[in-house]
């Protein structure tokens, strides 16, 4: 799944959508790689428990620890590509400018949710960090869990606060076409 649907599209959201599309893509990949690694420790896990009565040590502490680390990594890229859950039941007959209007509303708020998260969570992760606080069994630091999710939702309000000012801008342009003109395209050209 590409943003804006092909290749065209893409480039249309300049180097610096194109930055915050690489990085969402690598941040959703290693969160995908992460999670099928936490699937192959349960199996073994599970099946040594059950044949053997040895599971992997801190197998619970693992799969907390980094099934938080990524789930953090797949909201920018969800973002991104328009994954995220929208009520299009009201917008379908509004206008075009308009539902334009709302998805950079829309997009500000997720900027603004995922840079509180990143801060708040950075500062959780330096508060645990200070109480020198350790998983029971593996003896992990548990900061480490909090400060690898800060990335991801700084990720996201990176693509949040772009794709914010790509709506406007798609709004901006739509309520400047008027009737019998056409919009601009992404290229600045006029569409048809």
């Known amino acids: 799944m590409e943003p804006a649907g092909d290749a ?33 420790m349960s199996i073994v896990s599970i099946t040594g428990r059950k ?31 328009g994954g995220d859950v929208k009520v299009d ?16 509303a829309g997009s500000l708020l997720i900027g603004c949710f995922g840079a509180l998260i990143a801060w708040r969570t950075g500062a959780g992760a330096l508060t645990v ?5 350790e ?15 800060v990335p991801g939702f700084v990720l996201l309000a990176l693509v949040g606060f772009y794709m914010a000012g790509r709506h406007l801008s798609a709004a901006i342009a739509a309520g400047e076409a008027g009737p019998g003109r056409s919009a601009p395209n992404d290229d600045g050209q006029g569409g048809t």
């Open 51 to 81: 044949l053997f009565s040895m599971p992997v040590p801190g197998d619970v502490e693992l799969l907390q620890l980094f099934a938080a680390i990524a789930s953090s990594t797949f909201f920018a890229w969800c973002h991104l590509v």
């Open 135 to 149: 998983t029971m069994i593996l003896g992990l630091p548990q900061w480490w869990g909090p400060a690898l999710m």
């Open 89 to 104: 039941f009201f917008t379908q007959r509004l206008r075009p400018s308009l539902v334009q209007w709302l998805d950079a």
């Open 8 to 40: 065209a599209a893409r480039l249309a959201f300049g180097p610096v959508g194109r930055g915050l599309i690489a990085a969402s893509k690598a941040g959703a990949m290693i969160g995908g790689t992460i999670f099928v690694g936490l699937v192959a």
């Open 129 to 133: 960090k200070a109480a020198g606080e």
